[in-house]
């Protein structure tokens, strides 16, 4: 049988429509997820999308507070659970609580610490992501954990660490990117009237979780290769924002020097940074979100290729005067490059400058909206984007796991599930619990 090419073995190996056929990596694993928000909840999500059995514990009824702190949380499409019947689940949860079973326990009651004690003498990880020493104050602690465990992987996510004297701060994505320094280095350069930056969606936690999930692995790793022993993991988001920070570090440790905002241009490559069209992609839509003009990315950083785009751009002038990328790169003449490429465009939308550098065999990339990127057919075959079939809320539009694998992958069952659904399953069958006694703790409002 003849060898298939490369595309066509990897779309069988890893066509995301046969991944509910094969083996989940970490099925077995048991791990309860004490998390709110998205930075704690994100590292038990990605270890659920790896098969674990993953035991999403909310305060009762109401659940955690990124339920209710995004937008479009519709009671009759989404909803919050059955105690609450008026009031739904906002769509900042999706993405974050994926694959995972849901119980409510209020943590402050005694009986709550004696039902996390039994649960983590039955599981492999605990995460949780509250302010730090508030479940040691709780008798949940590692410290606690441990003697009815000792095999038990504990991650606790904070803003910044266990000690030091900013940990009792609490801490936000925003926050994170604030002090870790990534906003220090995003935004429009101060010369061209600009302020830091903010990113939109919330990187600082959702790395944060992928980098916790990456210390849970390497723990059980260890345990069940060599110590036989679980261990404390500490992760702090404010750190985990530093470690991105690229070479901005060293360079200020080698010459004093501070990397500073450059907006969508580049300080190392020119030209290779994002420049605005004129015309708007959708000039007969009624949709004012649709008004906007379009941006692209253009990459014509080699000497050769920056020649080949002042020939599509009609700049002879440039082609001759910044020839040189050691010329071109310097902050006083990118101003030059990006403003002769946008006075080009500005006639144009970005899909007719694609089709042009396109031509030329300049690489660029439109900068695409959530609905371009949403019906894009090279994610749609991939399964980055997917629809699927929620047991509890039926279709639903949803991002796919970020990396794929042959034999083991990742994979979405469901994306999120009411306050409190799976009460009766998890406690009846971890704890032994009857249903009288569950009649009990949820009239007590311990569940």
Not at 85 to 110: K, M
Not at 117 to 134: C, H, I, Y
Not at 171 to 181: C, E, P, R, V
Not at 345 to 358: F, N, Q, R, S
Request: aromatic letters at 10%; proline letters at 5%; hydrophobic letters at 35%.
């Amino acid at each position: 049988m003849a060898t298939p090419d490369f595309e066509t073995y990897c779309q069988q190996l890893f066509d995301h429509k046969t991944a509910s056929g094969k083996p989940e990596a970490l099925k077995g694993y048991r791990v309860l997820s004490c998390t709110q928000y998205i930075l704690g909840p994100s590292c038990a999500a990605y270890l659920a999308e790896l098969g674990a059995e993953v035991i999403k514990i909310e305060t009762p009824r109401r659940g955690e507070p990124m339920r209710h702190t995004t937008p479009f949380n519709e009671p009759l499409l989404y909803p919050l659970s059955r105690w609450v019947p008026e009031a739904g689940t906002g769509l900042g949860f999706f993405g974050a609580n994926t694959n995972e079973e849901f119980v409510s326990l209020d943590f402050h009651r005694p009986e709550a610490r004696q039902a996390m004690l039994e649960l983590a003498a039955k599981s492999d990880v605990m995460v949780q992501n509250f302010r730090p020493g508030t479940f040691d104050r709780w008798g949940m602690g590692y410290q606690h954990f441990s003697k009815v465990n000792p095999r038990l992987v504990y991650q606790w996510l904070g803003g910044f660490g266990g000690w030091g004297p900013g940990r009792v701060r609490a801490s936000y994505d925003i926050l994170g990117q604030a002090m870790g320094g990534a906003f220090g280095i995003t935004g429009e350069a101060a010369d061209r009237g600009g302020t830091p930056s903010k990113h939109t969606i919330w990187l600082a936690d959702y790395w944060g979780g992928m980098m916790a999930a990456v210390a849970v692995l390497a723990a059980l790793y260890y345990r069940d290769t060599v110590s036989g022993e679980g261990c404390f993991i500490e992760y702090s988001q404010v750190h985990g924002v530093t470690r991105m920070l690229e070479y901005a570090l060293p360079l200020y440790g080698r010459y004093g020097v501070r990397r500073e905002r450059w907006g969508n241009w580049d300080t190392e490559l020119c030209a290779h940074g994002i420049i605005q069209c004129g015309k708007s992609s959708y000039p007969g839509s009624k949709n004012p979100q649709e008004a906007e003009v379009g941006y692209i990315l253009v990459t014509a950083h080699t000497d050769e290729d920056f020649k080949k785009l002042c020939g599509v751009i009609g700049g002879k002038d440039l082609a001759t005067t910044l020839a040189k990328h050691d010329d071109r790169v310097k902050a006083e003449n990118q101003g030059t490059v990006y403003d002769a490429i946008e006075a080009w465009a500005k006639d144009k939308t970005k899909e007719d400058v694609a089709t042009l550098l396109d031509k030329a065999g300049i690489l660029n990339q439109p900068v695409w909206n959530a609905k371009e990127v949403s019906e894009n057919p090279h994610w749609k075959l991939r399964g980055a984007v997917q629809w699927i079939d929620d047991p509890i809320y039926g279709d639903l539009h949803h991002q796919g796991p970020a990396f794929k694998m042959s034999d083991t992958p990742p994979r979405l069952k469901w994306a999120l599930k009411p306050v409190g659904t799976d009460n009766e399953r998890v406690y009846g069958r971890l704890l032994g619990w009857t249903k009288s006694k569950l009649a009990k703790m949820e009239e007590m409002e311990v569940i």
